[in-house]
């Protein structure tokens, strides 16, 4: 009996000590989450988050991902002219010079001057040339282009402008030859005027501003012409206002003043002459002959001026 008896007390004493262990762990299993939080509510209060700056994450919630930046719009301010709803003209702002944007001094502009740029036909000086006897005849020069500076904008005005003459019937070549751009002395290329005091005359068609006058006589042999006198006008009459330019008639056969110029040699490089800035709207120019013969020769007359 008493050996039962302690068998059941043994018995009872293991389920106690079974439901002890039983119980205990079932009590650390619960509280784990309760640690857990409460480990969390110790490190928050150590270490306070700014709610404002990490909004809070509820528990069982995913987190969300931030919303995109605002876009940020840049107002561009229209080129139209600003009208208001009352119907009111539109303000125009005066558009500004681009030197005046760029902080730069507005110059007028300027007149800007260069080389004047003569072709040449090719020398053709051919026979055996005639003694020149001439009392004013010019030195001999270097025989090359002429160097002159000439505003710019500056043409041959005469170019294909109407002749006229004082020999109404040149015995060669016709008149429209003067200002037809050919230079060469080829035959058929200048025109023949009788004997004595001769002039040509040219119609610039309006009064212009002329910086020289470049003549061609016949230059195929080596001769010079005497009595050339070249004159401006606005009158195609001459009879009053009238400039001379060059003058070499120093014994006053054509009747207009003895000159002071020089006689000079013909060649293809042609005589320019400097009219000073001179004014006008006709060219008229005289010759009495040449060291060759009696008769006066021209093959091409250029005016240069605006």
């Not at 558009?95 to 760029?102: I, N, Q, V, W």
């Not at 090719?122 to 020149?132: A, D, Q, R």
């Not at 400039?243 to 008639?249: K, Q």
Request: aromatic share 8%; net charge negative; glycine share 8%.
């Amino acid at each position: 009996m008493l050996r039962a008896m302690n068998r059941w007390a043994a018995a009872l004493i293991l389920v106690a000590a079974m439901c002890i262990i039983f119980y205990a762990g079932y009590r650390t299993r619960d509280d784990i989450p309760a640690r857990i939080e409460q480990q969390i509510q110790i490190s928050l209060e150590q270490k306070p988050i700014d709610t404002a700056a990490a909004p809070q994450i509820a528990r069982g919630q995913k987190s969300r991902p931030a919303p995109p930046a605002a876009e940020t719009r840049v107002e561009i301010p229209s080129t139209n002219p600003p009208q208001d709803n009352a119907g009111r003209k539109p303000v125009v702002v005066p558009e500004k010079d681009p030197g005046e944007s760029a902080g730069e001094p507005v110059l007028p502009p300027t007149t800007v001057e260069g080389p004047l740029k003569i072709s040449y036909p090719k020398p053709m000086y051919v026979g055996t040339p005639v003694p020149i006897r001439l009392i004013n005849l010019e030195p001999p020069r270097a025989a090359g282009p002429w160097e002159f500076t000439v505003p710019a904008g500056t043409v041959n005005l005469a170019r294909s402008r109407p002749v006229t003459a004082s020999d109404t019937s040149p015995l060669l070549g016709s008149l429209d030859l003067i200002t037809d751009g050919d230079k060469s002395a080829d035959e058929g290329s200048y025109v023949e005027l009788a004997g004595g005091c001769q002039w040509v005359q040219i119609d610039l068609g309006r009064p212009a501003s002329i910086s020289c006058v470049v003549v061609w006589h016949y230059h195929m042999q080596a001769r010079a012409y005497k009595a050339v006198v070249v004159q401006l006008c606005d009158d195609p009459g001459f009879a009053s206002d009238v400039t001379t330019i060059f003058n070499n008639d120093i014994d006053n056969l054509c009747g207009l003043g003895a000159g002071k110029d020089f006689a000079y040699v013909e060649s293809n490089f042609g005589k320019l002459m400097d009219t000073k800035g001179s004014k006008g709207r006709y060219v008229r120019l005289y010759s009495n002959g040449n060291t060759s013969n009696g008769m006066n020769h021209y093959i091409e007359v250029e005016v240069y001026g605006q």
